[in-house]
């Protein structure tokens, strides 16, 4: 794939010679212009990751030019060191082979303090003729290529708690917003007015997604009623930690785990509405009545669900009082 696409390029924009990466098992010609920073505007950006994964192995014949190539581990040697060609007397288009003498190194002017710094860090001459350009991750490959461009993300440990058989999905597009603490609560509109503060339980606390879900008195009452009800527990030391600890506990496709998501997404809905309520259409409802349209609605979904009989089916009926039928 990579070698087919560096072959093309090689042709279309005719640039001369073309180097071997050496990378176990697989070799592709790569022109070696394609790390020049000079090459334009849009291989300058290439340049610069191709530093990061390649490594140069100097040969014998050293065909790189020795101030605008990038085969010294300082980089461009005519970036780092500008008077370089000046001190040296070599111009800057010279080649490599200018400083090698029978493959040892011989710099002029090495008295300089430039030069002593180039002198300093320079690469072996390999017993090699030709030049090799190594791939640093280890054998190459077009998925270590995607790999080191696009990291891997850290993993999403709360998707578990989205989706399900009693998913309702307005209840798990507020959760989702709620967990990643983008719902327009007061400390992301207006911190500073007077009218910032909790709606729920009436104080002068900020308004926040750690207060609202569950350390508000009005959320904390909301979480003993469904305890009381369905047995929903909560683990009550902070919203983040326990959304993890939620994630871990109710996985999978039990149903008694999947209705315990879809009555936290119930309840996350359900005070968020209650709140929007209060705060801008002056109406109110008891912890009690919030609760019980939670429930309501998600013992609803769970008799339209139609699961197959089961003994989990049956504990799940009998927690949430739901007549059961023998089939």
């Known amino acids: 794939m ?43 950006k290439l340049a610069h990751l191709c530093n990061a994964v390649l490594s140069i192995e100097l040969g014998m014949a050293a065909p790189f030019r020795l101030w605008t190539d990038p085969w010294h581990p300082r980089g461009l040697l005519l970036t780092s060191f500008p008077r370089g060609p000046a001190i040296t007397g070599l111009p800057a288009d010279s080649f490599l082979r200018a400083v090698l003498h029978q493959g040892q190194w011989r ?15 320079l690469p072996s001459i390999g017993p090699q003729q030709t030049d090799v350009i190594r791939w640093k991750p280890g054998n190459f490959s077009s998925q270590s290529v995607f790999s080191f461009l696009q990291p891997a993300s850290p993993p999403v440990l709360w998707h578990q708690l989205l989706g399900g058989k009693f ?15 983008r719902l327009s609560t007061m400390d992301r509109l207006w911190a500073s007015r007077s009218d910032a503060g909790c709606m729920l339980c009436g104080g002068q606390i900020l308004e926040t997604h750690e207060h609202l879900f569950f350390e508000c008195s009005f959320s904390k009452r909301c979480l003993d009623l469904l305890k009381h009800r369905v047995r929903f527990q909560w683990l009550r030391c902070g919203w983040h930690r326990d959304v993890i600890w939620a994630s871990g506990r109710w996985r999978g496709k039990h149903l008694l785990n999947q209705a315990f998501r ?11 509405r209650e ?50 039928a023998r089939p």
């Open 107 to 121: 710099w002029p002017a090495d008295t300089h303090f430039d030069i002593q710094e180039i002198m300093a860090e």
């Open 262 to 272: 879809a009555v936290l997404a119930s309840i996350v809905y359900y005070i968020w």
């Open 2 to 44: 990579f070698g087919g696409f560096f072959s093309r390029t090689h042709g279309l924009f005719g640039w001369p010679g073309c180097y071997d990466i050496s990378c176990g098992l697989n070799r592709f010609g790569l022109p070696f212009q394609l790390l020049h920073l000079g090459a334009g505007r849009k291989w300058s």
């Open 167 to 181: 998913k309702i999905p307005r209840h798990d597009f507020i959760l989702w917003l709620a967990v990643l603490e």
């Open 275 to 324: 709140r929007n309520n209060r705060r801008f259409s002056a109406t109110a409802s008891s912890a009690e009545a919030v609760v019980s349209r939670a429930v309501e609605e998600v013992r609803c979904r769970i008799i339209s669900a139609n699961c197959k009989p089961s003994l989990q089916l049956f504990v799940l009926y009998r927690i949430w009082k739901i007549p059961w």
